[in-house]
T-cell receptor, first 114, second 113 residues
Framework: GENVEQHPSTLSVQEGDSAVIKCTYSDSASNYFPWYKQELGKRPQLIIDIRSNVGEKKDQRIAVTLNKTAKHFSLHITETQPEDSAVYFCAASGNNNAGNMLTFGGGTRLMVKP | NAGVTQTPKFQVLKTGQSMTLQCAQDMNHNSMYWYRQDPGMGLRLIYYSASEGTTDKGEVPNGYNVSRLNKREFSLRLESAAPSQTSVYFC????????????FGNGTRLTVT
């Protein structure tokens, strides 16, 4: 099955700096890569996703890049703000008949210091 | 439109007790899921239901059972709770098409003593 590794486990940045979180996956058939943000005590919420036919996707201060050859994808947050502080999860999903079978990374705790 | 609703929010059980976690979605999604979240281990899939009338095991199904009661509702049952099942449980749903975003409920924090 799919295995997703996420690094770093914790990341501390100064407000205004950029943050980068990286994930690797094992199943070359995976073709959907979402990122979720989870604030303390809250549910995970989708912030951006990318499919395998696209190499990069941006949404305001957030971007995701995908390298299918190397089987890794990354989340980039620019001009970080204190409200970006949360745990971020990457995930990868293969194409199968059972629906959306996501495998999650272990999470990255991002702390943005004002 | 409430999205995905889970009950209860908190629960404390003694070892060996049973309970059912309830989940309902009002987005007309076909697929529903139960995940558990433990510190440092991300979200792990317990069971899922690709469509009404079907259920399948995920990554960590032992000690759990599920019921897809109808299109809206998907329940998770612990028949004999164990301390290892202390966790935060999330229900989620997604649209019919493959590889669509998950919508999560607010979670149930379960402690087994």
């Amino acid at each position: 099955g799919e295995n997703v590794e996420q690094h770093p486990s914790t990341l501390s940045v100064q407000e205004g700096d950029s943050a980068v979180i990286k994930c690797t996956y094992s199943d070359s058939a995976s073709n959907y890569f979402p990122w979720y943000k989870q604030e303390l005590g809250k549910r995970p919420q989708l912030i951006i996703d990318i499919r395998s036919n696209v190499g990069e996707k941006k949404d305001q201060r957030i971007a995701v890049t995908l390298n299918k050859t190397a089987k890794h994808f990354s989340l980039h947050i620019t001009e970080t703000q204190p409200e970006d502080s949360a745990v971020y999860f990457c995930a990868a999903s293969g194409n199968n008949n059972a629906g959306n079978m996501l495998t999650f990374g272990g999470g990255t705790r991002l702390m943005v210091k004002p | 439109n409430a999205g995905v609703t889970q009950t209860p929010k908190f629960q404390v059980l003694k070892t060996g007790q049973s309970m059912t976690l309830q989940c309902a979605q009002d987005m007309n999604h076909n697929s529903m899921y139960w995940y558990r979240q433990d510190p440092g281990m991300g979200l792990r899939l317990i069971y899922y239901s690709a469509s009404e009338g079907t259920t399948d095991k995920g990554e960590v199904p032992n000690g759990y059972n599920v019921s897809r009661l109808n299109k809206r509702e998907f329940s998770l049952r612990l028949e004999s709770a164990a301390p290892s099942q202390t966790s935060v449980y999330f229900c989620a749903s997604s649209e019919d098409r493959l590889n669509s975003p998950l919508h999560f409920g607010n979670g149930t924090r379960l402690t087994v003593t």
